[in-house]
């Protein structure tokens, strides 16, 4: 049964074909600087995603400022069944952050805002965020924001996640997801979804056998609801990652809602009832013993 569940991944970065990749950065992830060099088609997207039963991703776009917003908006409209949108702002540009918001949310559908300290070296406590926190509470989009120490070498104090305890309680009903694992502070990530209820997780860029331990309790248990997985393609592979997470120690409904269930509540409403997906289906299987 481990290998029959479908997937949601809520982070998936357009990878168009580069000749430089930060070594700091391909030197974390086995066979990324390929993956980046050869960059990824549209359908070559899909396909991998069909191998692994990803049925749904979530796209992002302006991530360090990449003019890929065009390049998602298309394939949302091309594969409106398989694709949603998210967008990275820099809260420091004020009024033209809140003003993407509003456009791409109203006028594009997208279902998810991020913010990322790394590239403003603000803690997610900083006056420059809020206008965003607003915006995102007013439309009723989650936000994510990245926490632990970064891949990329700059420095890593701002994405601590205690910063999120001022949010949480400042904007109850904005839904927040940490992303990127946390570590060195997943503790201090769980002793913070176990006091704020809008408060989430999502794996993006761990391989599922290195989530920190203390996520993987919290999933586990009481946390079942409240982790999701993510890949941060091209950064992660979906079969990899898809042959990791059926090799977890989870009952079969943990894994489900970790591999799809949670990110279903969250991002899709029109899939009515996650609980009646089948869990089997086309391409079911494919992918999980690569």
């Not at 776009?61 to 820099?90: K, T």
């Amino acid at each position: 049964m481990a290998t029959r569940f479908p997937m949601i991944d809520p982070w998936v970065n357009p990878n168009f074909a580069v000749t430089e990749v930060d070594p700091a950065v391909a030197g974390l992830f086995r066979g990324l600087a390929e993956r980046r060099r050869r960059g990824t088609t549209l359908p070559q997207l899909v396909d991998e995603m069909d191998e692994a039963n990803v049925r749904r991703a979530i796209l992002c776009a302006g991530y360090r400022g990449a003019d890929n917003l065009p390049w998602v908006a298309e394939a949302i409209q091309m594969h409106p069944d398989r694709f949603a949108g998210s967008l990275v702002v820099d809260p420091r540009t004020g009024m033209a952050a809140v003003r993407a918001i509003e456009h791409v949310v109203r006028d594009l559908g997208f279902v998810l805002i991020r913010v990322l300290a790394l590239e403003t070296q603000l803690p997610y406590d900083h006056a420059s965020y809020f206008p965003v926190y607003a915006k995102c509470a007013e439309l009723g989009v989650p936000i994510t924001v990245n926490v632990g120490i970064p891949g990329p070498r700059v420095p890593g104090r701002v994405q601590d996640p205690i910063s999120l305890d001022e949010v949480c309680c400042f904007f109850p009903e904005l839904t927040v997801v940490m992303s990127h694992g946390g570590d060195p502070w997943a503790d201090v990530c769980v002793k913070l979804m176990t006091k704020w209820e809008n408060l989430h997780y999502m794996t993006s860029a761990y391989s599922p056998r290195r989530i920190p331990t203390p996520a993987v309790d919290y999933l586990r248990g009481r946390g079942r609801k409240r982790v999701m997985w993510a890949s941060d393609y091209p950064i992660l592979e979906f079969s990899r990652c898809r042959e990791q997470i059926a090799a977890m120690d989870l009952d079969e409904q943990t894994r489900f809602d970790f591999a799809y269930g949670n990110a279903a509540r969250m991002f899709f409403p029109d899939i009515a009832d996650v609980a009646d997906v089948a869990v089997e289906g086309p391409g079911a299987t494919a992918g999980a013993a690569r």
